[in-house]
């Protein structure tokens, strides 16, 4: 990812080949993209320079430490350095550098600073005296002003670090660290204070004292790798967290291949759940002194062998990486559209930026049908009413409940036994159909989500993909399961030409108060016309066909008591029709019950045990603690992502019960045109050979970016992501560890896909964990100090307090919004990462706002910043679009320049209006006269993508959002393809800048 001038687009600009230094090439190596070293002191059109008063001007080296190899011989390495000058200076100006130590490090040369010069890069040299050496760089602001920056720099000899002995623990409690001594200097491990406060509420990854050793481990370097440091074992090795702990292994940093930068030092793993040496992402990896050793920190949820390593050939490949100067970035279901729609037209964007939201499909839909949709004991045949428990058992303490269950609410003395499935992965939250997560008291910004509008969502879910949870063969009824026709009662209401099937949130405009009414009336009207059908069967819930099954309705007023995570079912006040569900009505009496099951009908049943057919367990050689995977094809989304075993999809090899879905062999299959009166079967793929998934999970899967990452998606509207067409996407994700939709775990899932690519994948936790800052300050986060350069070209940004206080749960830390701390530093890092792709030094300049001078011909829109269109695409879909033009882009004088644009995607129940106001402070980061054009975000173009339901030729497309795609329905929204057009007319109405190709490295 490292960037280098683009000869192709810039030799037209700037005098490049004049320019560069004697040393080498026009290197620039700052954050991603924002240094030039281009040195030409002519002002770009409408472009200010106003000389910066003396006490405002400040300097930054980055790194802020440094480690050199001692070198005796004349043919030394060097390490570069970078020192950057904000804000904006006018003339050349001189820096200069003294060194502490001039035996150890000799001081550089002077260099100059420029206007368009704002970084000056150094190559550091060690001597033959190893020590330290604190370099300052001194630069006279005026009026007698001598700013002044240092770097500490230590030569060190390049050798190999040994590692000998073992430290241990007997119970490492909170706020505790075992460092190790001796032969394992710089080996640590840590238990952050509070980590053992009890679980409860959204807190739930509360750890224990435990024992535990650091010793040496058996060399994990790969082939055509080098070790950084020994390899360390923490013990017991097959011990894993629910969270994360910091621990650190001892490096020599010197040892870093020459070209190498801190993005490619990678973290080998081996340990008995993955016995094959692999590299694995981590969170926060900082080179550092720990206990006066340099090592590497990072956090990891299990022990192991862990080891520092990286590419021999590490910053020496290039390749020639075609930008198209376009980027997506969305939050919440925006932030699903972006992943959705950024992979399927991958060929289109340079960044993809989706943030907390539905990113992969294929780990979220799993984890719906076993949380969500789940919590229900399966009945085994035979079973009559009399066997069935009808109600959730009540408790007062877990100790209550049968094994494996949860007393939930029992603070309020109206617990209830909830049956919460395992959860796989950190920070996950578990959830059952009749406790859906909720965030009441404690909102903050969370976003509080009723049972109302979950039912909603789901329905606008399947609404745009189809069901997929059922198969309805019924033209029409793509989003309702099998069994119910589309012009049921239960769908249609009493109101004519099915006005009620789909009733969207209303819009304002001549046909709102139609809208309002039906959006009043039809869910109750609805409701009131359960649909029970006989003779269904399903292999779970009714293996023998005998239990009638019913249409759903929920949505009851949350029981605020019961919270604050749990989003209660209650018997009373459910009148919102779950229309995409069946549930078994075991008592008859034509309403669902407490533990009356939702039917799960969405694939045959399958052994998820990858191509050999053999769960770890029955694979040869497994051994407990040991070997614990000896085919090596556990899936796990950190350590193991390739891996087709628990991966959630049905891999070729798989055993799979040809049963269909409705997983009971032998039953009566659903008519080709669907059902339509009893008599008729509901079934569907059974004894056809084939491994069945109704229409709308297949839908989601071929439409999923974690599918098309790993390459399972056919016919990608953007082509074959072939390695070269994935080594140009970057992506900048995240998500909230107490997220109401466990967004953090959604997009690990995700960048593991990236991973399991061969891409290079890093976690960040607090947001002060990326280079360039500092992780002990956690206010002082400074996006443009952030280093892009020594992140890799995916991140999975995890937000929200590991061990919150109060006040963290009060201001909504790392829910679905996060504080507003959290939320304007998920947008601010996410735009950085963005804008660091784009290496064009003249986006950067600071520049005349369009109303100084404005271009005559320019619409008065142009000028003011902001254009909001109506944009009718050519099948007739109508819908708002914002477009925030940069400062300047209305002015005379740069009427000829071109930007980059980034398509901003709102979240559920938005409109594009809402996002657009919310992030107008983007703009001033563009222009901003306190950065230098080396910390400024370049200028680009945004557009704010609908994706609210809107109503077209007269009918409903859904109800509150599209989530960016087009729907399977005739009527439905055809949201992506909208989108496209819209593309086009962006392009051919706004100066984009269009495609150019930079030279890129790995
Ligand atoms: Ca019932
Ligand atoms: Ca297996
Ligand atoms: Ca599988
Ligand atoms: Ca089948």
Not at 58 to 69: G, N, Q, S
Not at 168 to 193: F, K, R, Y
Not at 769 to 784: E, K, Q, T, W
């Amino acid at each position: 990812m490292r960037l280098r001038r683009t000869l192709s687009i810039l030799a037209s600009l700037i005098a490049l080949p004049a320019a560069l230094p004697a040393c080498g090439p026009n290197e620039t190596s700052g954050s991603g993209g924002s240094t030039t070293t281009s040195s030409t002191g002519k002002l770009g059109p409408g472009e200010l320079c106003d000389d910066p008063a003396p006490n405002v001007v400040k300097m930054r080296f980055e790194p802020k430490v440094l480690a050199v190899a001692s070198c005796s011989s004349g043919d030394c390495t060097g390490r570069n350095v970078e020192l950057t000058l904000d804000p904006d200076i006018c003339k050349p100006t001189k820096v200069t550098f003294t060194s502490s130590n001039a035996d150890v490090v000799p001081a550089p040369a002077d260099e100059t600073f420029d206007l368009h010069k704002p970084t000056v890069a150094l190559v550091i040299k060690g001597g033959a005296k190893e020590g330290l050496a604190t370099i300052t760089a001194s630069y006279d602001a005026g009026e007698g002003l001598i700013v002044t920056t240092d770097i500490d720099v230590e030569v060190l000899a390049p050798d190999p670090i040994a590692c000998a002995g073992t430290d241990s623990s007997d119970a490492l409690a909170q706020g505790q660290t075992l460092a190790g001594m001796e032969g394992l200097l710089g080996a640590s491990i840590s238990v952050p204070e509070r980590a053992n406060n009890p679980d409860e509420n959204s807190f739930i990854w509360s750890i224990d004292p435990f024992p535990v050793t650091i010793g040496c481990g058996d060399e994990l370097t790969p082939d055509g790798y080098v070790a950084l440091g020994p390899a360390i074992t923490f013990g017991p090795e097959d011990k894993v967290f629910p969270r994360e702990l910091p621990v650190s292994i001892p490096i020599n940093p010197v040892l870093m291949p020459e070209k190498a930068r801190w993005r490619h030092m990678e973290i080998a793993y081996s340990g008995p759940a993955f016995t094959k040496p692999r590299t694995v992402p981590v969170a926060d990896p900082r080179v550092e002194k720990v206990g006066g050793q340099w090592a590497v920190k990072f956090q990891v949820p299990r022990f192991g062998t862990y080891q520092a390593v990286v590419r021999k050939d590490a910053g020496t490949k290039t390749f020639s990486r075609r930008l198209t100067h376009r980027a997506v970035i969305g939050v919440s279901m925006g932030g699903g559209g972006a992943a959705m729609f950024g992979m399927r037209h991958h060929d289109r964007f340079d960044v993809l930026a989706p943030l907390g939201g539905p990113v992969d499909w294929t780990w979220m839909l799993n984890h719906i049908e076993n949380n969500h949709l789940g919590g229900f004991p399966a009945i085994p045949k035979g079973t009559t009413l009399a066997d069935i428990q009808l109600a959730a058992k009540a408790c007062a303490d877990s100790s209550e409940c049968d094994a494996g269950q949860t007393c939930m609410g029992a603070n309020v003395d109206k617990g209830k036994c909830v049956a919460l499935p395992t959860p796989k992965d950190p920070y996950e939250h578990p959830s059952t159909f009749n406790t859906w997560w909720y965030e009441y008291p404690k909102t903050g910004n969370g976003g509080s989500f009723s049972r109302r509008d979950y039912t909603q969502i789901f329905r606008d879910l399947a609404l745009m993909f189809g069901n997929p949870n059922g198969e309805n063969f019924s033209p029409g009824a793509e989003n309702l399961p099998a069994g119910v026709r589309p012009d049921d009662p239960s769908v249609v209401g009493d109101h004519p030409n099915g006005e009620c099937a789909v009733t969207i949130d209303p819009l304002d405009g001549p046909d709102h108060d139609q809208q309002q009414m039906l959006d009043q009336q039809c869910p109750a009207e609805r409701c009131a016309h359960t649909l029970t059908l006989t003779n269904y069967f399903d292999d779970e819930y009714n293996p023998d066909g005998t239990f009638p099954v019913i249409t759903v309705c929920d949505g009851n007023e949350q029981q605020k008591d019961l919270t604050p995570w749990s989003n209660t079912w209650h018997p009373e006040g459910n009148n919102y029709p779950l229309e995409l569900a069946l549930a078994v009505d075991y008592n008859g009496n034509g309403v669902r019950d407490e533990m009356e099951p939702i039917l799960r009908a969405g694939h045959e049943n399958w052994g998820d045990t990858g191509a050999d057919g053999k769960a770890s367990k029955d694979e040869a050689g497994y051994a407990p603690g040991v070997n614990e995977d000896p085919e090596g094809d556990d899936y796990q989304a950190q350590y193991n992502p390739g891996g087709a075993e628990n991966d959630h999809r049905f891999t070729a090899g798989e055993p799979f019960e040809d049963f269909g879905l409705d997983g009971v062999q032998g039953t009566s299959q659903q008519p080709a045109s669907g059902w339509q009166q009893p008599g008729d079967g509901y079934d569907v793929g059974e004894g056809d050979g084939k491994f069945t998934t109704t229409s709308g999970l297949a839908t989601f899967w071929e439409r999923d970016a974690h599918s098309i990452v790993r390459g399972w998606s056919k016919d990608v509207p953007g082509g074959d992501l072939t390695d070269d067409a994935l080594k140009r996407i970057d992506v900048w994700t995240d998500g909230g560890t107490r997220d109401l939709f466990n967004f953090a775990v959604d997009a690990q899932h995700l960048a593991g896909a990236f991973k399991a690519r061969g891409r290079g994948v890093q976690y960040l936790t607090t947001f002060t964990a990326a280079p360039g800052l500092d992780p002990s300050n956690p206010l002082d986060f400074v996006p443009p100090r952030i280093v892009y350069e020594d992140m890799p070209g995916v991140v999975f940004q995890r937000y929200g307090a590991t061990e919150p206080k109060k006040a963290d749960f009060d201001s909504g830390s790392g829910q679905h919004v996060g504080t507003v701390f959290e939320i304007a530093s998920r947008l601010q890092t996410a735009l950085y990462f963005i804008g660091s792709r784009w290496p064009e030094p003249e986006l950067r300049e600071y520049v005349e706002e369009s109303n100084v001078d404005p271009d005559p011909d320019a619409p008065n829109c142009e000028v003011g910043g902001n254009c909001t269109i109506e944009f009718t695409s050519t099948f007739g879909r109508t819908a708002p679009v914002g477009i925030t033009l940069p400062p300047g882009y209305g002015s005379l004088k740069q009427k000829e320049r071109r930007y980059p644009v980034i398509y901003m995607l709102h979240g559920y129940g938005q409109s594009p209006q809402d996002l657009e106001a919310a992030i107008i402070f983007l703009r001033n980061w563009m222009n901003n006269p306190i950065d230098g054009a080396g910390s400024r975000l370049p200028k680009a173009i945004l557009v704010y993508v609908d994706g609210r339901c809107r109503v077209t030729d007269g009918k409903a497309e859904c109800i509150r959002g599209t989530f960016f795609t087009d729907s399977v329905k005739e009527t439905g929204a055809q949201d992506e393809a909208w989108w496209l057009e819209l593309m086009d007319y962006v392009d051919g109405h706004y100066r984009t800048m269009g495609e150019s190709t930079t030279d890129w490295t790995e």
